[in-house]
């Protein structure tokens, strides 16, 4: 057997998220969070050549590319290709199948069920690179498919789990080998009799562009940003557009948007990461506010407490610390101002400062 081969399936064994590779240097495994070297085991230049020859790529001008590739075992993984110092580098992640629900992830079952249920509008998921954003994704996806007679098209960069066609009938297609850009994934989706569409990431004006009017035409549309919070997200998804054509957006924007899901994973008491949330529903007042341009009104009424639809950080982390589920000093530190935790503990709202 490959070398490979081999440590892949060790990688699978083992659970871990990602498998580290580097020319004439000891292989390493993610394994929650931490990077664990492959004992007694060097992945060779030519080991490497053998495996990129396999994935098909025969170089690349920028010297690193994103592939796909499949074991002997059939298991699929999503492959980077980079230099390091003029060595040669590969990151694998395995592509692994939907196994966990909303409510076994720590996911608002309800709120999120009823935004999916939806026949069209906008929901957002955001938070930063590793916070679970595409395993929520997922999850929420397959959920669809078991309960819905729809075709869910997706454009992802890259595809990083594979969702069972069941109820639904499920068009994965990913950048560089379906499709140039999310852009054109997303523009040619509304010409394949799409129910549901999720795009992997709105980056910039002609996706985000595309995906509201995608919205308008009658489809669900679901998607990323790189934010931090709800506020946040507001702000950035609005900065896409030029300022002669916010006022539009706005107002498309305060009538698809169906709600914003932010999430952090942190580090949980039983060892495991944990998951909080923040979120809010487009409903009441919200509309108006988002219209007018009012965001600082959001961020006020958000920063007055949970109000029974929407949710935030400081309340998802002290009711987080109050069941045992994560420690005070995760608690703390998972706030951006440790004085919140302090004052929330005390029983002083965080909007009342």
């Avoid at 399936?9 to 083992?14: G, K, P, S, W, Y």
């Avoid at 309800?110 to 955001?126: A, E, K, P």
């Avoid at 949330?277 to 487009?282: A, K, M, Q, T």
């Avoid at 109000?307 to 589920?325: D, M, Y």
């Amino acid at each position: 057997m490959d070398l490979i081969e081999t440590l892949c399936r060790v990688a699978l064994e083992n659970g871990a998220e990602d498998l580290y590779l580097k020319q004439d240097a000891t292989p390493r495994l993610r394994i929650k969070g931490d990077l664990i070297e492959i004992e007694d085991t060097v992945f060779s230049e030519d080991d490497m050549e053998r495996f990129l020859g396999k994935c098909g790529y025969d170089g690349s001008p920028t010297k690193e590319a994103d592939l796909a590739w499949e074991n002997g075992a059939g298991q699929r993984f999503r492959v980077n290709v980079f230099d390091s110092l003029g060595t040669r580098c590969a990151v694998l992640r395995p592509l692994r199948e939907v196994t966990q629900s909303m409510m076994a992830l720590g996911l608002p079952v309800g709120r999120l069920q009823g935004w999916l249920s939806r026949n069209h509008g906008m929901i957002l998921f955001t938070g930063a690179t590793g916070s679970g954003k595409s395993t929520s994704l997922a999850s929420c996806l397959s959920w669809v498919s078991k309960r819905f007679k729809k075709h869910i098209i997706t454009v992802e960069d890259p595809v990083e789990y594979l969702l069972k066609s069941e109820q639904s009938l499920v068009s994965q297609r990913q950048i560089g080998t379906d499709t140039a850009s999310f852009h054109d994934g997303l523009r040619a989706a509304l010409r394949q009799s799409p129910d549901i569409i999720f795009v992997g990431e709105i980056r910039d004006y002609e996706t985000a562009k595309a995906a509201l009017h995608a919205c308008e035409t009658g489809h669900l549309v679901v998607s990323t940003l790189h934010s931090s919070n709800v506020s946040e997200t507001v702000q950035r998804l609005l900065m896409l557009f030029p300022a002669a054509e916010r006022e539009a957006a706005l107002h498309v924007i305060s009538r698809q948007l169906l709600g914003i899901l932010s999430q952090k994973l942190v580090p949980g008491e039983s060892g495991d990461l944990h998951l909080l949330v923040e979120h809010l529903e487009n409903t009441g007042a919200i509309k108006k506010w988002l219209e007018n341009a009012e965001i600082n009104k959001i961020s006020d009424f958000l920063a007055q407490g949970s109000h029974g639809e929407n949710v935030t950080f400081i309340n998802s982390i002290i009711l987080a610390h109050k069941a045992g589920q994560i420690s005070e000093e995760t608690a703390r530190s998972a706030c951006d101002d440790p004085a919140d935790f302090n004052r929330m503990m005390l029983g002083v709202s965080h909007g009342s400062r």
